[in-house]
């Protein structure tokens, strides 16, 4: 699978990479000699071309500084099984836990709440102290019942389980494998404790892996098969951002027959294996399901990008060379119907954003992906980092910025504050731990896990909103009653 091509970004001005990393050293100076051995590692300045990742990352956070990951069970139930809208997914230990993902990532879903669609909701095994001394298996395995019972349209369920489940030893998988034979739906045991790995990532995996082994393959598409069959991996539909990436999909004459796992169903979920193609968008959450099914059913994959015109254009190409000269023709009909209507959007958004500068520290692909939608509207992003990324997310992102940019990865919040201070942003966009610092701080800001309440931000019909908002935030008379920390 080959990386998109991007071209050498021309320098910023007033950014070198000089500079750059004598701002990285005075930020190191905060540190006691231990912290920073072991915070050096994970920033540097950009030099594109460089070979290899030169920012370490997926490391334990350094003990006592806050950040802003999440856990493994934050990446198995809030990421991958929890958007999915035709199955129950019961986190399996205290309340807490589940009450905290209950609905946090926006994941917009079709149906009815509560008859055949059941991501909205909140389901709990609601660990007491008798729980942890004497187990949960009979609490889980009543629970199971109750929803066969209660949600008779339920697809399946899901278990996460929760630190205290691994903790005392609950055997989550004996009890699924039960309920799955007495119940005759799928009961998907999900070993997700949030103490296992460094962050939310190693969720993601442990998810990709329980639906490789119990429901890839067990299902078939209704319809006949066509070569324009593909999959969307990896969108969440936050906003509605898958159903406007299908949109366009849809009108350059391709099937999107199945959604991983926003607004997702666990049918089409289970038959993905039939698909020609699988289009990655978040490569951090689902290319180990690519890969996979790459391996083992021989379907190649992709990622694309549809933040912003510029790439939205170069994915549709490139999404449209894998198939026949019509679907090349329709993606360039597409590309020249939609672009008045971006350029329009431009012209009204850009001269209140040329030059404005933005801080990026997100989760698992959006600082390398939304950089061209940023670039587009003539903002330019002087600092990105990630909160849980492996090395090759950064060795993806290194070409998207500009040499002597910061890049970073796991700040933490006095880490985020010093540069804050020294770049002075227009705009910082990163997540809801971080939101209500900077706008207090008189620093502009936009929410970038899950759009601040707006949205969608994918393909054509988001770029008009994502252009709306970065302005709204930046340009607000608001900010004239906040004083700035510098």
């Known amino acids: 699978m080959e ?35 072991k915070r050096e590692p994970h920033m540097t ?45 019961i986190s399996h230990g205290p309340v807490g836990c589940g009450y905290y993902s209950w609905g946090t990532r926006r994941n917009l879903v079709e149906g009815t709440m509560g008859v055949d669609v059941f991501s909205g909701m909140q389901f709990t095994s609601d660990f007491q102290e008798k729980d942890i001394v004497y187990g949960g298996d009979k609490k889980l395995e009543t629970i199971c019942n109750e929803v066969r019972e209660l949600f008779p349209l339920a697809k399946g369920i899901s278990v996460l389980s929760e630190c205290p489940v691994g903790l005392i030893g609950d055997d989550i998988n004996a009890v699924a494998k039960k309920a ?3 119940l005759q739906i799928p009961v998907v045991p999900c070993n997700c404790e949030g103490f296992r790995g460094v962050s939310q990532s190693l969720g993601h995996h442990i998810s990709n892996d329980t639906i490789r082994d119990y ?25 509605g951002d898958a159903w406007a990436s299908k949109k366009i999909l849809e009108e350059m004459g391709l099937n999107v027959k199945a959604i991983w796992t926003g607004d997702g169903q666990i049918e089409h979920i289970a038959a993905t294996h039939q698909v020609k193609l699988n289009l990655i968008h978040c490569y951090r959450s689902m290319n180990y399901m690519a890969k996979v099914m790459e391996e083992k059913y021989g379907i190649p994959w992709m990622e694309f990008n549809f933040f912003g015109p510029t790439k939205i254009a170069s994915s549709l190409r490139a999404i449209a060379a894998r198939f026949d000269q019509k679907i090349q023709d329709n993606a360039e009909k597409i590309i020249a119907e939609y672009q008045p209507r971006m350029q329009a959007v431009i012209d009204e958004y850009r001269p209140r954003l040329e030059g404005k500068r933005v801080m990026l520290f997100v989760g698992g692909l959006r600082p390398r992906h939304t950089i ?34 910061l890049v970073f990865d796991d700040a933490s919040e006095i880490e985020l504050e010093k540069w804050a201070e020294a770049y002075r942003p227009d705009l910082v966009a990163s997540g809801v731990k971080e939101k209500y610092v900077f706008q207090k701080a008189g620093i502009p800001f936009r929410q970038m896990h899950s759009w601040d309440y707006s949205g969608p931000y994918h393909a054509y019909d988001g770029f008009p909103i994502f252009a709306r908002d970065m302005d709204m935030a930046i340009n607000s008379p608001t900010w004239g009653l906040v004083k700035a920390p510098f």
């Open 3 to 37: 990386k998109e091509n991007s071209v050498t970004k021309a320098p910023l001005e007033g950014i070198e990479k000089e500079k750059t990393e004598a701002l990285i050293e005075e930020t190191l100076e905060l540190y006691t000699e231990k912290a920073r051995k």
């Open 45 to 89: 300045a950009n030099d594109p071309g460089v070979e290899g990742c030169t920012v370490k990352s997926n490391r334990k956070t350094v003990p006592g500084v806050m950040s802003a990951r999440g856990c493994a069970y934050a990446g198995a139930k809030g990421v991958v099984w929890g958007p999915i809208r035709d199955m129950v997914h």
């Open 180 to 182: 799955s034979e007495e």
């Open 215 to 239: 429901i890839i393959g067990t299902r078939e598409f209704a319809e006949p098969a066509t070569d324009y069959d593909i999959a969307l991996i990896g969108d969440y539909n936050i906003g």
């Open 372 to 405: 061209g939608a940023y670039e587009d509207l003539g903002m330019e992003i002087i600092a990105a980092g990630y909160e849980f990324a492996h090395n090759d997310d950064y060795e993806r992102t290194y070409e998207e910025m500009a040499k002597g940019t």
